[in-house]
């Protein structure tokens, strides 16, 4: 992460829900996110780490944990492979569609941090492997995302890409 960007996890308290389907991809991305929390300066003991049974799971308790006030924000982690059958598409919309949910009905930070590979390989690669960790990349949108919420809400939110209102492109 470019240090200009960094982001400060400091004083957060941030809920990781994880599937137990694919068990060793999810622990993959849940090590990613915990390590970015950790190297963001956020206290290990300010992540509340919940289990779910599988990736459509994560939204009701994704809503649960949003719901708690000493939650800042959640990282949803899963993983939906392709199969014979439509079913994976079903379970990737519903789940997309009710973490939306979540975050617009409580207001805090939802980040998308499930995998939706064709192959265990393509998982593999994205949990920790050769395309990086996704987890990782989700704890990071949802820590930058409660910030920036934090200053909106403040009144103190500055533009760091000012562009000129009506400008032609």
């Known amino acids: ?19 137990q389907y694919h ?3 999810c ?7 915990v390590d970015a929390f950790i190297n963001a300066g956020g206290d290990s003991q300010n ?3 919940v289990h779910a049974p599988g990736s459509y799971e994560l939204v009701a308790i994704a809503l649960a944990l949003a719901e708690r006030a000493d939650i800042d924000a959640v990282v949803a982690l899963g993983c939906v492979l392709t199969g014979e059958t439509s079913h994976d598409r079903y ?15 409580t207001g805090k930070p939802v980040a998308f941090g499930v995998l939706t590979c064709i192959t265990i390989e393509q998982a593999r690669a994205r949990s920790g492997g050769s395309k990086g960790n996704k987890g990782i990349e989700a704890m990071h949108a949802v820590i930058a995302a409660t ?3 934090a200053e909106i809400r403040a009144g103190s939110v500055v533009a760091r ?3 000129a209102i009506g400008a032609s492109r």
């Open 1 to 19: 992460m470019n240090p200009a960007n960094a982001i400060s996890a400091r004083g957060l308290r941030i809920a990781i829900v994880q599937s």
């Open 23 to 25: 068990h060793e991809i």
């Open 27 to 33: 622990n993959g991305l849940s090590t990613g996110a």
């Open 47 to 49: 992540i509340v780490h």
């Open 91 to 105: 379970i990737c919309d519903a789940v997309a569609h009710g973490l939306v949910d979540v975050t617009i009905r």
């Open 147 to 149: 910030r920036t919420i």
């Open 161 to 163: 890409n000012p562009v």
